[in-house]
């Protein structure tokens, strides 16, 4: 009823830059809280940073002053700028939102399919 369809991941030397980029789409009435999560090889899925909808930001302490998020609540996307990129972000990126859908009014909370980032010289 709701997808999510992220973009942008790839391979990147260290100290450079991605932006992810994230769509709803879908039965939408309203997107509260999004995020982006993040899954490095053999460890749980952590949270790296969150958006309200009035665009009140929280970021990981390891990510704090290097990744920046931001969201176009008109065209649904969520989007995650990271710059100075380490190796430790190495990771799976998914994109999460909590979107209330319509006819029946209900909240979901709806998963991307993850993107890659790969931090390597």
């Known amino acids: 009823q709701v997808q999510l369809v992220e973009s942008g991941g790839g391979l990147v030397q260290p100290g450079g830059s991605l932006r992810l980029s994230c769509k709803a789409s879908g039965s939408i009435f309203m997107i509260n809280d999004m995020a982006w999560y993040r899954q490095a090889p053999g460890k749980q899925r952590e949270l790296a940073a969150t958006i309200t909808r009035d665009g009140r930001t929280n970021y990981a302490d390891s990510v704090k002053g290097r990744f920046t998020i931001s969201r176009d609540n008109a065209k649904n996307t969520v989007s995650l700028q990271m710059n100075s990129l380490k190796p430790v972000d190495t990771a799976v990126y998914y994109c999460?939102?909590?979107?209330?859908?319509?006819?029946?009014?209900?909240?979901?909370?709806?998963w991307g399919q993850g993107t890659l980032v790969t931090v390597s010289s």
């Open positions: 999460y939102a909590a979107v209330i859908v319509s006819l029946p009014y209900r909240l979901l909370e709806v």
